[in-house]
């Protein structure tokens, strides 16, 4: 397949039992205790011996993708190449270009200069997702107040703003929440 012909595309959920074969017979083999299925995965066409070995990676995304089919969700594909423009990088994390620009000029990502154009590498910017994801669940537990169902609200509210307000200190100072 050429490289013009890989496109983004999204897919439904099919209705049938399909579908629900691959997702019982994956999630069968794990609970057999034999964990996911050993390490040949084949794909096979509808004559006898018409088979190719996929490799693990290729078996891990289409588990993902018969789960999330499962489960009613649509899924979309979207082939990147390793090195992401700024736009296209933005777009991934889901921020402005701009403020894209300014987490690369902090050096929280890494990126390599083409003429005047900036590239990141598409690993690289995973990492920082993750790294950026770790963060926000950890700025959201530091948030967290425990609640008593005889406490007055005024004063959870306090507590609540008494928290947000040492994150925003930590935050601030540079420390992680």
Known sequence: MSTAALRQETYLP????ELAQVHDFLKAHEEAGR???GTRYFLAGSAPGDQIELPAEVYRVLRHVVE???QGLAVTVAPLTQKLT???AADLLGVSRPTLIKVL???KV???RAGTHRRIL???LLAYREQRRA???AALEATAVDLDEEEDLDSVLEQLREARRTAAKRRRRGSAP
């Not at 099919?14 to 039992?17: E, L, N, V």
């Open 14 to 17: 099919a209705a049938g039992s």
């Open 110 to 112: 890494p990126f390599e």
């Open 35 to 37: 964990g996911r299925p």
């Open 86 to 88: 700024t736009q296209q």
């Open 105 to 107: 000029d902090e050096g």
């Open 122 to 124: 598409l690993r690289d």
């Open 135 to 137: 963060e926000q669940y």
């Open 68 to 70: 999330a089919l499962q």
